[in-house]
């Protein structure tokens, strides 16, 4: 019996996932996989955070809560906004969900109609694209590869949008290619916008202080002008090593976000309550942790770039923020493995890597971007060094198909 619907046929499960789920199984089988599949930071929550969910459990914050946040969240995040962007938002606009993904989720669903089409510039977030297929939406993928910075310029855009458009999802900095939008190619994109008010704007900023090389600006910041169809949706996940505990959140119209919130009241309904504590503290807390994590993660992007670069046949850009390695890999494409295979594009590539060098990545197309493969810089320096020299040994191996 097939149980699935055809809009649930229409989409995949998460690549990222799937990939590390066969890096377990491996594992489990005893074989020796170093996997750098997920974007999860390997750091542990920082124990005044830890430490505030013990406390709000013994406190007894443990019932219901309002389905989009409490108020001491909410409360948090405005103090977030306005300390760290500049931006001013009321309590009724700012919703906390489980999780950065269920905030757009949500956003989507709360907006889309049938045959609506979302403008997302690839390379891409695995997700985005499923979530608005199924919610009967259009994907509209840009393809902006390293030629372009793995940025969409203003002229793009304005090509892209039609009079079906409902939403422009943007990235910045990007999950896969760390790439960062700065001040002035913000302004050229929202002066694109401005053109077209039926068109709402997501702006998903989760990598917001995981920068090395420029600083970060806040889609909202930069055009004021398009807050009341804008939505900054952020968590606590990347910065605060919390991805376990599930607590995303959004700013935005006022509307938009009562929309949000009666979609999440009929679903999940609130996050859990600990959890929330838990963010508060994040966000309200010392901060002193995150210098030291984000120069560690700079290092080990340097690590990885620069062992990267020295493999024939692979183009890497130095993403300027996130953790993430995202070469090019086109290169190897036509070629065969010693036992005979041909690689035909980069899911190939990627599961040869996971077959012979025990290394688990993830093939670009899975963010709408072939011709490369994403490596997370999410662990130490020495599993990423040794990770880079099985790549090496293996994409050695190939040879020219006779």
């Keep these: 019996m097939n149980y699935e619907s055809q809009r649930v046929q229409r989409i995949t499960a998460s690549p990222s996932m799937t990939i590390s789920l066969q890096a377990k199984a491996m594992r489990a089988n005893g074989i020796n996989v170093i996997d750098l599949s997920l974007g999860e930071p390997d750091f542990d929550t920082p124990e005044h955070i830890v430490d505030a969910a013990e406390r709000a459990m013994r406190n007894g914050q443990t019932r219901y809560t309002a389905a989009d946040g409490t108020p001491e969240l909410k409360a948090a995040i405005v103090q977030k906004f306005q300390r760290e962007n500049g931006l001013t938002f009321a309590s009724t606009e700012i919703s906390v969900a489980n999780g950065a993904k269920q905030s757009i989720f949500n956003a989507l669903q709360a907006t889309l109609e049938p045959g609506d089409e979302v403008v997302i510039p690839a390379p891409y977030w695995v997700s985005y694209s499923d979530m608005v297929t199924l919610l009967g939406g259009t994907p509209v993928t840009l393809e902006c590869g390293a030629e372009q910075g793995f940025l969409m310029s203003a002229s793009r855009l304005a090509n892209s949008i039609t009079s079906k458009t409902r939403w422009v999802i943007l990235n910045s900095p990007s999950n896969p290619s760390g790439a960062i939008y700065d001040q002035q190619q913000w302004v050229e994109l929202g002066a694109v916008l401005a053109k077209f008010p039926r068109v709402l704007i997501l702006s998903d900023e989760i990598y917001e202080h995981i920068i090395y090389d420029q600083s970060f600006v806040s889609f909202g910041n930069a055009c004021p002008e398009l807050r009341d169809r804008t939505l900054l949706v952020n968590g606590v996940s990347k910065t605060y090593a919390m991805t376990g505990w599930r607590i995303g959140y959004a700013a935005g119209p006022k509307g938009l976000i009562a929309a949000m919130g009666k979609i999440q009241s009929q679903t999940t309904g609130n996050p859990c309550s600990i959890a929330q504590a838990a963010a508060v503290e994040a966000l309200n807390g010392p901060q002193t942790f995150l210098a030291p994590m984000v120069a560690e993660y700079k290092t080990r992007r340097d690590l990885v770039v620069g062992e990267l670069r020295k493999i024939s046949g692979l183009e890497v ?38 077959r012979q060098a025990h290394v688990a990545t993830v093939p670009g197309a899975a963010f709408g971007l072939a011709s490369y493969i994403r490596l997370s810089c999410a662990t130490s320096q020495s599993v990423l060094a040794d990770a880079v020299q099985r790549i090496k040994s293996a994409l050695e191996q190939l040879a020219p198909v006779n």
């Design 317 to 354: 850009i130095n993403p300027a923020g996130a953790f993430y390695a995202f070469p090019r890999c086109s290169s190897y494409f036509g070629m065969q493995t010693p036992e005979g295979v041909v690689i035909n594009n980069d899911t190939d590539l990627s599961a040869y890597l996971l």
